[in-house]
């Protein structure tokens, strides 16, 4: 290998941007790459490596930890020989072992993938935030979430578990370091609560408590779930958030996972309904999406709504076109800023879970 560099893909997976190396000013990076357009870009959308047969030749190797996306490696070498190339294929695993389990702590991995300093809310709220994407060989989550540097009151979790998916998107009122806090403490409760083994009823009712001690007056919808992932069954419940979509064979399936609307979680003792955890049975290749309502309701100058019927229209015609659910939502995340010229008025989370229990497939947990 004559040389290897690093691109980490940007918070909101636009540029490739290079990790400086030793003696290079960290706050000026050259030579970003776009995503789309580009081939490093197709082998960080497709996630497979892509060779450029220019002098030198080069190479362009995804950088994945278990199946979310991290960025790529670029490799030049006098000749990309087949040893050459497993070799970079090796170098790539190794090198995204290393930027993951350094990117918690190092300021220098995160001020390369930011282009512009975040609010205080948003730092927090990304601070809480799991990987964008994880699964294994039977389902697969991913999420996207935006505006990546002004982010206030919407959060998502996924996390695996003795054979179980837990889903949670949550949505506090406002757009503020408050909002944001409020989003922070029911991640939280969620994950403090099923980790001692709590059902999504003690869940709820754990935020609910949380938010009325220590934010009275500030509510809270969300959708908190778990998904079998030995039988297919879906569990939820819905506080005052718009209901989850299940897609089935690239069609929406009408009001399959609709449910009688209940009360935000916030709103004190003296209205804490008791809680109705739903079912629903998952055939394999179904998917499940959930989001906020910052996403069906981003609007055009023109006033236009973004709308539920162009949501699903373009999440069902990316799937059907083979792509995976990261590079989906990542395109659909673009589409919905497009639409709003890049200045959305609320925050706008999605969270896409399929279960496929039939692939033969393995992956890594991310």
């Excluded at 989550?141 to 206030?152: D, F, H, K």
């Excluded at 939280?188 to 935020?207: M, V």
């Excluded at 309701?297 to 229209?313: M, Q």
Aim: charged share 25%.
């Amino acid at each position: 290998m004559t040389s290897a560099a690093v691109h980490l893909a940007d918070v909101q997976e636009e540029q490739l941007v290079p990790l400086p190396g030793a003696g290079e000013d960290p706050d000026r990076p050259g030579g970003a790459l776009a995503i789309e357009g580009t081939v490093a870009g197709r082998a960080y959308r497709t996630m497979t490596p892509q060779l450029s047969r220019r002098r030198p030749p080069a190479a362009w190797l995804p950088l994945v930890d278990g199946i979310a996306r991290i960025g790529v490696l670029h490799v030049t070498a006098d000749e990309l020989t087949p040893a050459l190339l497993d070799d970079a294929r090796q170098l790539a695993a190794v090198t995204a072992l290393a930027l993951v389990s350094k990117s918690g702590f190092s300021d220098l991995i995160s001020r390369t993938s930011r282009s512009r300093p975040m609010t205080t809310a948003a730092e927090m709220v990304w601070a809480f935030l799991p990987p964008r994407t994880l699964g294994t060989d039977q389902v697969t989550s991913s999420a996207a979430l935006e505006p990546a540097y002004e982010i206030g009151g919407d959060a998502f979790d996924h996390g695996l578990d003795d054979g179980r998916l837990h889903l949670t998107v949550v949505d506090a009122m406002g757009h503020d370091l408050a909002a944001g806090l409020a989003s922070a403490v029911a991640l939280a409760g969620c994950r403090s609560t099923r980790r001692a083994g709590g059902s999504l009823a003690d869940i709820a009712a754990r935020i609910d408590e949380d938010l009325h001690r220590w934010r009275p007056g500030g509510l809270l919808t969300g959708v908190f779930a778990h998904l079998d992932l030995d039988t297919g069954q879906l569990a939820w419940i819905n506080a005052g958030h718009p209901p989850p979509l299940l897609i089935r064979a690239h069609r929406v399936v009408p009001g399959a996972l609709e449910a009688r609307g209940e009360l935000p979680l916030g709103l004190g003792p003296g209205y804490r309904p008791s809680r109705t955890v739903h079912q629903a049975q998952l055939e394999p290749g179904d998917r499940v999406l959930i989001h906020t309502d910052g996403v069906t309701e981003a609007r055009s100058d023109t006033r236009t709504r973004f709308g539920e019927d162009r949501l699903v229209d373009f999440v069902t015609r990316a799937l059907a076109a083979g792509e995976p659910a990261p590079e989906a939502l990542r395109r659909l995340v673009h589409a919905i800023l497009d639409h709003h010229h890049d200045r959305l008025e609320d925050d706008a989370t999605i969270v896409l879970a399929e279960w496929h229990p039939a692939t033969g497939e393995t992956a890594d947990t991310g």
